[in-house]
Each structure stands twice: as C-alpha cells, then as structure tokens.
C-alpha cells in the first residue's frame, strides 16, 4: 500500500495515478530517507475510558470521544504541530516534523494547556448532552526521534523520547500536565511549574526529572536572555539610542528607532541597558509580538496599555475605561478609552482600523505630555502589516509630543517590509553586528567571575558562539549543569 505524497491518500500497489487528487505515483520505490530530529512530543490519554465504556452505551462514548478527538487535532494543529496518531483513547503528536518552529517546545506546552482549558467546555456539552464527562492526562517532552520521510507521507517518529513521553503522562495524575526536563528548559521562562519527584519509569535506569504544568504565562518567550549580564562591545549603539531620545526630547517629536540583529545577538539586552538609564526621565511601555495565534493583530497595544492603565483581570468595562480615561486630560480622554477598550476586548468591538490608529496615538501623545515616553515593541518581525501600519501611523502622524518607539526585529523583517521606516526623518535603523573574538572574550570573563576555566574551553566557546553573546551564555550555563567549580558553585548561576 503506498502513500500520495500529494494529498497522503492511500493507494493500492498497481496504481499509477493516485485516486484522490490524481497525482502520478512513482513508479519505483523509493529508499527510506529517515532523518534524526529534535522535536517535541505531545502525549495525551483520556483517564478510566475503560471503565467509563462498561457503564455507558458504546454509542454514546464513541460520540463523546469523537467529539474530544476533532477538538484535540484542532488544538494541536492551530499551535503547528503534526497529529501522529491516535492510539486507542489517546492522542500522540509531535512539533518539529515536518515543519519546525524555533518554538517548538513551547507550542507544545500552550497546546496541552488549551486542549486542558478546552475540555472544561467540553464536559459541560458532554454532561448536558451525554451526561458524562471524561478526564486527560498529559505528558510533554523534547528530544530525538528518528522521524520517517515525510515526502513519502512517513511521518512516524520513534525513539527514547517518545516512549519517555508516553511515561509521564502514565505517571499524570487524572487533569495533570507533567514536562520532561529537555522541554521546561525550553519553555522556563514562559511557564510556572511545580517541581515533580523524581518518577521512576519503566525502561529507565535513572530516575527522570518532571515538572508539573501550573500555568503558560501569554505572551511570554520560552526563554530570554540573562538581563543582568554585562553589556559588552555596544557603547556606539547605545549611543545612538541616547541621542535619538535627546533629539526626540528636544525637538518635541515622535522618533523611530529600529534595531535589527539574529536571535541572541543582544537586542534586548541593549534595551534594557538603554531603558535602565532613562527610567526616572521616561515613562517606559512594552509590548511583545507574538508568532502566531488568534487576535493577536494588536497585541503588542493590549500590553502596553494594560501596562500603562494597571489594568486587572478583575476590571469591569466600566473600571477599566476609567482607568485609561485617567491617563488622559481633555475632551477626546472618554472617547479614547472606549475605543481603546473595545481593542481590548472589554468592550464589544465596533471601531474601525482608523479609528483603532486615532485611539491608540492619541493615548501616546497623551502620556508623552506629562512626560517622555519610551514604547518598546519586540519580535515586529512576527508583526501583522496592519500593526507595523500602525506603527508608521504613530511615527508619521504624533503631534508635539516627545515619542521614543524603539522597535526590536530580526533582519527577515525587510524581506516581507522592504521600505521600513524609509526616507523618514524621524527614522533610524541599526544592525547590531556580533561581537569580536576579544569581545566574547570579555563577555566570559565577566560571566564567570572568579571561577577558575581552562583557557582552551574559553577559545572554544568563542569560536562556536560566532560573536553571539546568547550562545555564550547557553553554553556556559550548559557546562555548569554538567561540573562543578570550586567552593561548589556553579559555572554560571542562575541560568
């Protein structure tokens, strides 16, 4: 039986011309093209299924569980990861094959999270309809597999890593999320967790560490840079952030300051250098882009509102209107704060994009007249075009009010944006380079303090991180899991 590489249909041996779609079959067989890979794999089984089929009629359950599996592949294919398969009354999936994502761990962590939230929705159908209601364990962990040729429709993985993620989620207990240490270093700084004891699972010589998933903070990255790492080899960069938010000072206007540089490179690093300076003279607003969901057009806005008015879960429309009126002074502060909130989604959304842009330059020149305002907005090249519009709009259009927009992307931003802040004035735009050899150098000195590293380590460091500051802090941090320095402590602390 072969698979179209077209449309995966099966076809029978003697077919020429798959049945579904039409596409010619190879008319020679291929050799497998299995591939190594790291991926992330989502385990989840529904508790006592067993013994809920013995007591309820098999139609009823098959509905039921039918109903939990389309909304299981929905959940798993809008966070971009692949269903493997489904084995009796669970779900396998892996993120990372066929398509990778940098985020690939974390998808998986939001993934089993939604799909948790989900089936609280669920139930309350089932209950009403069926009247029952199922319950999920799930486990999540990252490591290698060896994963079929997905040209040939061959997409099952194996490997360790599977039958480890196949043990934690036996050792779940029944609405439990349990990650494998490989994956909550992955997502660390984006959940909060409770560490496990170590399980003792089946196949294993060593106990394994778990982590128990309390919560996925939105918006959030897996992991970020060590903030409070020194600052090495960007003195001229800085530099021009400090005249781009004198000038905009001086001047009264909106400047656009856009850094460009790989993953790692140091953007957020500089930043945060820039914005410790200039906290006591700026109010200072952040926003993060994120790289796929649903509603997140504006996103970055939702933050740095939120930010700005100390919103709270709790707010009704009501209060929060008013908390964001009170940033305000003159006779538009109410009409802002409603169609700000309606961008928020405290209120039923009615506005138009226009009107959305009005709104949300009217807040900034508002804020920035009592006071400079620095609004850093992160990752814009995940950004949809209507909120780099938007951006533009508020660079282009802000009236005698000192305004910092410093925005923070990698360079593919100019393949999808080209003319990016460009001919503007009031723009500038920086590459931040890697650093030199001395550099990095510099860099580990700082990092390891007084511990004691043998030279030839330091120069391997230096060559593999290719002057970027966060591989050197990843490996630094990676030998210090693995040794100890003296009086015990570790190579890097805290990362």
């Known amino acids: 039986m072969g698979v179209c590489t077209q449309c995966a249909a099966e076809n029978p041996a003697q077919a020429k011309f798959c049945p579904e779609c039409g596409t010619p079959l190879a008319t020679e067989a291929r050799p497998r ?5 790291t991926v992330t794999i989502l385990f989840s089984d529904v508790v006592s299924s067993t013994e809920t089929a013995e007591r309820v009629d098999p139609e009823t359950v098959r509905r039921v569980m039918d109903g939990y599996f389309d909304e299981a592949k929905a959940v798993i294919e809008r966070h971009g990861g692949t269903v493997e398969k489904f084995i009796g009354d669970a779900v396998m999936a892996v993120f990372g094959v066929p398509a990778v994502h940098e985020d690939d761990a974390l998808r998986a962590v939001r993934a089993a999270a939604e799909l948790r939230e989900r089936l609280t929705a669920l139930n309350e159908g089932f209950h009403r309809e069926r009247g029952l209601e199922i319950e999920i364990r799930t486990g999540v962990n990252t490591g290698e597999v060896v994963a079929g040729d997905t040209a040939a ?19 779940c207990r029944p609405g439990e999320t349990l990650l494998g ?14 560490r496990s004891e170590p399980l003792a699972l089946k196949g294993k010589a060593a106990s394994v560490e778990a982590f128990r998933l ?4 939105p918006g959030v990255s897996g992991t970020s840079r060590r903030l409070d790492s020194p600052l090495v080899g960007r003195d001229h960069e800085l530099n021009l952030l400090r005249d781009a938010f004198r000038r905009s000072e001086r001047e009264r206007t909106c400047h656009l300051f856009t850094i460009l540089g790989s993953a790692g490179i140091g953007k957020s690093r500089l930043v945060e250098e820039f914005v410790q300076e200039v906290r006591t003279d700026a109010t200072v607003l952040r926003g993060r882009c994120l790289a796929y969901g649903e509603g997140i057009t504006f996103w970055p806005i ?3 509102v939120t930010e700005a008015a100390g919103l709270t879960a709790p707010d009704s429309a009501e209060v929060a209107r008013g908390k964001i009126a009170s940033l305000l002074d003159g006779e538009d502060a109410a009409l802002v ?12 959304a009615a506005e138009t994009t226009e009107e959305s842009f009005w709104a949300i330059r009217k807040l900034f020149e508002g804020l920035a007249r009592g006071k400079h305002l620095v609004v ?5 090249h995940w950004a949809e075009p209507t909120f780099l519009d938007l951006v533009e709009h508020v660079a282009d259009w802000s009236r005698e009010a000192p305004i910092l927009l410093v925005c923070l992307t990698r360079p593919e931003l100019l393949d999808s944006r080209p003319g990016w ?6 723009a500038t735009s920086m590459l931040l380079e890697p650093l030199t050899d001395g550099e990095c150098g510099n860099l580990i000195e700082h990092l390891l303090g007084s511990v004691q590293f043998p030279e030839e380590a330091r120069g391997r460091i230096t060559e593999a991180a290719e002057g970027n500051p966060l591989f050197v802090e990843e490996m630094l941090a990676m030998l210090g899991r693995r040794r100890s320095a003296q009086a015990g402590e570790r190579l890097v602390v805290g990362l």
């Open 214 to 217: 309390l919560e996925v903070l």
């Open 337 to 348: 704060a409603e169609r700000l909130a309606e961008l928020l989604g405290i209120d039923e």
């Open 181 to 194: 240490a490989a994956t909550y270093r992955l997502v660390r700084d984006a959940v909060r967790v409770e």
């Open 302 to 304: 939702v933050e740095a």
């Open 153 to 171: 429709g061959q997409r099952f993985a194996t490997g360790d890593a599977v039958n480890v993620t196949a043990r934690l989620e036996q050792a």
């Open 376 to 380: 850093v907005f992160d990752d814009i």
């Open 33 to 37: 093209r299995d591939v190594r890979k």
């Open 421 to 426: 802040a460009g001919g503007k004035l009031n």
